[in-house]
């Protein structure tokens, strides 16, 4: 006979009673938006997808999650196995197997931010492939031409580099390429920056930097690609990213590291006063050195004299005083010689100091005309109608070509 439960119970389907069951699933409140916290386990990326595949567990029971590529994309940090997360979804059944899982929309580290973690993460990264190694770090010249500088062209990092560029090497041409240093669109112009200046060989020296800031404001400077930017640079980079406390991946990886804007600006350039100060203090050296050498050697033929006077014969007396005197003629002409090449070694430092000034041209009558802030050396570069600016010793002024003749 047939058992009379089977009568009075409508029969279903497994996919009937699996979409049955999903439903009272997604139509719980509670259910619905749901944070688990635990220890990921069977962790798997599908690195074609982009969707993971993990468990979370904690000493009593399991449960399977996915997270899939939309959500996984926002992620700060690179999940790992055995890490103790919070994970934000909702509880869904997959019906194919009849199996309730979590599906994650977002996931933080338990104990640590997500930041942070990624910083740490990256930062141990690339310190393994060798991008911080001090054996690759390059020299900055010890007289650049060109400083470049990629930085806010609004803040007061450009001002500060400015101020102490001026007051410590006027001659050096200060090249900033404006960026945004803050938000997603940030990384990509500082590595395209980077590039730029490289591939043109814009500078002898780079400065990158902006203000300190939370490490939420600093991000763009701890981008993977941007590490690798700067590593590839055949150009010096000086990291100069928020204040002395704060430290990004773009620190690590740049040939110098400054505390703060200002004193990469005195990394990159010399002092003029100190360069004074050194060839002064050489040339004071030499005629020390004269001075010594000029009192030993008379020294020398005053005793030379009185022991010859004590000898004797006259004849005698006067050869070997001729003899001494010749000695000491010789003697003082290889010091004055010795002094004249020295003298005229430092004068020629100082004549090519001195040749770097842009302003000791304009003070002979010459000028300089710029033509969208580039310095215009040839007619062919100039239209009709072009505003120039044409600096002069004591000013600047504006004109307005009227008139092209091509010699």
């Not at 969208?372 to 007619?379: A, F, L, M, T, W």
Request: proline share 4%.
């Amino acid at each position: 006979m047939t058992d009379p439960t089977f009568n009075k119970i409508k029969i279903r389907s497994v996919s009937q009673l699996n979409f049955y069951v999903k439903s009272l699933l997604e139509d719980d409140r509670i259910l619905n938006s749901v944070m688990v916290t635990g220890e990921i386990s069977n962790l798997t990326d599908h690195y074609r997808t982009g969707h993971i595949y993990f468990s979370l567990k904690d000493d009593k029971a399991v449960i399977r999650c996915v997270m899939f590529a939309g959500y996984a994309r926002s992620l700060r940090f690179k999940p790992e196995e055995g890490m103790k997360v919070i994970a934000a979804g909702r509880v869904t059944l997959y019906e194919k197997t009849g199996e309730y899982q979590l599906n994650v929309m977002a996931m933080q580290p338990d104990g640590i931010g997500a930041l942070t973690l990624a910083y740490e993460q990256l930062k141990k990264k690339l310190e393994e492939k060798g991008l911080f190694s001090s054996e690759h770090k390059k020299k900055v010249p010890e007289f650049p031409r060109t400083v470049g500088v990629i930085t806010s062209p609004t803040g007061a990092v450009i001002r500060d580099i400015q101020n102490v560029i001026s007051r410590r090497y006027p001659m050096a041409e200060i090249l900033l390429c404006p960026v945004l240093v803050q938000g997603e669109n940030a990384a990509p112009q500082l590595i395209n920056a980077v590039n730029l200046f490289n591939e043109y060989d814009l500078a002898d020296v780079i400065i990158i930097g902006r203000g300190g800031g939370s490490i939420e404001d600093l991000w763009a400077f701890n981008d993977k690609n941007l590490a690798y930017a700067i590593y590839a640079s055949n150009i010096p980079v000086i990291s100069a990213v928020g204040h002395e406390t704060d430290f990004t991946i773009c620190d690590f990886v740049s040939d110098l590291r400054a505390p703060t804007p200002s004193a990469a600006a005195e990394l990159a350039v010399p002092d003029v006063a100190e360069l004074r100060a050194y060839y002064r203090s050489q040339a004071q050296y030499i005629r020390s050195l004269f001075d010594t050498n000029l009192i030993k050697m008379k020294s020398r033929y005053d005793r030379y004299l009185s022991l010859l006077r004590s000898r004797g014969p006259e004849k005698t007396l006067r050869d070997c005083e001729h003899r001494l005197r010749t000695i000491g003629k010789e003697a003082k002409n290889i010091v004055n010689t010795r002094f004249i090449t020295l003298s005229d070694s430092t004068k020629a430092a100082g004549a090519k100091l001195e040749a770097l000034n842009p302003l000791a041209v304009l003070n002979r009558g010459y000028s300089i005309a710029e033509k969208n802030r580039k310095i215009v050396s040839s007619v062919k570069e100039l239209n009709q109608g072009d505003l120039l600016k044409i600096t002069f010793a004591d000013g600047q002024a504006v004109a307005q070509i009227k008139e092209i003749k091509d010699n």
